[in-house]
């Protein structure tokens, strides 16, 4: 115990000499309060700790990778044999999967990386939305954020191709047709994506976009996402409470738990968490390439992008609906969820309070759910329009009976409690009010909540 206590005593001498000398405080993040230590509130910071792992794997990735598609003979040549040639990109990517030391875990766990950091960016995205962060004052933030995941699935997209294999690129052929197709934006696209019109344009363009174009922009967006953060501070939890504060006051701030080093050596176990669960995966399924563009083996090989885009790809496969129309219904989809906290005009932040939006976000999960599954099983097979409503419409029709069902329990149960309590007379059918004591079922916004609300 004397040990402890004088090892404890110095390391705050320490910090405290540290923070004194760099000004710490004043550059650090703002403080969080006690409630939000557990991993559900730290989506965001997860999907950050996957950018940092890909930035740093991307960069060792470069010393060995060529962007281009001139034939090779050196690096490859045990893989395509002494008669053929395969391209310069393929035969790096096959270089470092089978000479660069410890090359399959560095360029395997790059892919899981990416993987893992759309699934957590679609997360974050899926939690904010039912927990209602985009209310108000954190409409900016929202919108900011789904440029995020955007840009995240460009990193996606654009990186596919660079292996150079077959399958990758038939599958960014599809892709770019639809891009393409974007009404006014997709002329003006077109040469810059195409470049010369080349195989060796592409690619060049691709791997631009992946390498600093697309890093750049996230990394601009995320400064904007962490500033927006600061600037009013975690959100509340969600409540039925329209009256509800949501920022911490300066006050509370200084109750809260320092971002160092506390949040800071928090965040860091889950990042080195994070980093030892994917080299293990890496380790445990290597990737294996699959075979470069050209390859006249490579024939019968079917158009399927990754699992992010599976369900526009499926899309497309719908009997009666073309990439001008698919096009569209994305950009639909985009826009809704882009300028969703202007549609959601609701002060309430709970979900039950909010069964249309509930309804629509649940739609929007089944949809993409089932076209993912769908593409996934069934790449290029044409569906026709009574396949498709047998198996959409139920999954709509199902959410939002069962939605109804609890929005109309909720009410009845709420206003029988109301009633009970004798704090105003009950109409059929009124609506939980506002101004009643009853409706606040979120605690107050203090450092001693016991209870959470989203991390944005």
């Given amino acids: 115990m004397a040990f402890e206590r004088w090892f404890n005593r110095t390391l705050n001498r320490l910090w405290g000499f540290v923070e004194d000398r760099s000004g710490m405080p004043k550059w650090a993040l703002r403080p969080q309060p006690e409630f939000t230590f557990k ?144 009404p006014y934006a997709g002329p003006l696209l077109g040469p810059f994506i195409l470049a010369d019109g080349t195989s060796q344009g592409l690619l060049s363009r691709m791997f631009a976009a992946h390498v600093l174009l697309i890093p750049l922009a996230l990394g601009a967006l995320l400064y904007a996402h962490i500033a927006l953060f600061e600037s009013h501070g975690i959100a509340p939890p969600a409540t039925s409470d329209p009256t509800q504060r949501r920022r911490f006051t300066h006050a509370e701030d200084k109750k809260n738990v320092p971002f160092m080093p506390h949040i800071f050596f928090y965040m860091t176990k889950w990042a080195l968490l994070y980093v030892g669960l994917l080299l293990g995966i890496a380790a445990l399924w290597p990737w294996e390439l699959p075979t470069y563009v050209g390859n006249l083996a490579a024939t019968g090989v079917v158009t399927e992008p990754d699992w992010y885009f599976l369900w526009t790809f499926k899309l497309v496969d719908f009997q009666g609906v073309t990439p001008v129309l698919a096009v569209g219904i994305t950009n639909v989809i985009l826009l809704f969820i882009l300028f969703l906290p202007f549609l959601d005009r609701s002060k309430r932040t709970h979900p039950r309070d909010r069964p249309v939006f509930l309804i629509l976000g649940n739609c929007l999960m089944g949809f993409f759910l089932m076209l993912s599954v769908w593409g996934g099983l069934t790449p290029g097979v044409q569906i026709s329009p009574d396949q498709v409503a047998l198996r959409l419409v139920p999954i709509f029709v199902v959410n939002a009976v069962v939605v109804a069902l609890f929005y109309w329990r909720y009410k009845r149960n709420y206003l029988h409690r109301l009633a009970a309590a004798g704090k105003a007379e009950v109409r059929p059918g009124a609506y939980p009010l506002p101004t009643s004591p009853a409706v606040s079922a979120a605690p107050a916004l203090s450092a001693a909540t016991p209870d959470g609300g989203p991390r944005d």
């Fill in 39 to 182: 991993p559900s509130y730290w989506t965001g910071a997860f999907v950050v700790n996957a950018f940092l792992y890909q930035v740093v794997s991307g960069l060792l990735l470069l010393l060995y990778y060529q962007p281009s598609v001139n034939p090779t003979y050196t690096a490859c040549g045990q893989a395509v044999g002494t008669l053929s040639a395969a391209p310069a990109a393929w035969c790096s990517t096959y270089y470092i999967l089978h000479s660069v030391p410890m090359g399959s875990l560095l360029l395997s766990s790059h892919l899981y990386g990416a993987y893992a950091m759309i699934f957590l960016a679609i997360v974050h995205f899926y939690r904010g939305y039912y927990l209602g962060v985009y209310k108000a004052p954190r409409e900016f933030s929202w919108m900011v954020g789904t440029l995020l995941l955007l840009a995240t699935l460009g990193m996606g997209f654009t990186g596919y191709l660079l292996p150079y294999t077959q399958l990758a690129s038939n599958a960014t052929n599809v892709g770019l047709v639809l891009a393409l197709r974007l």
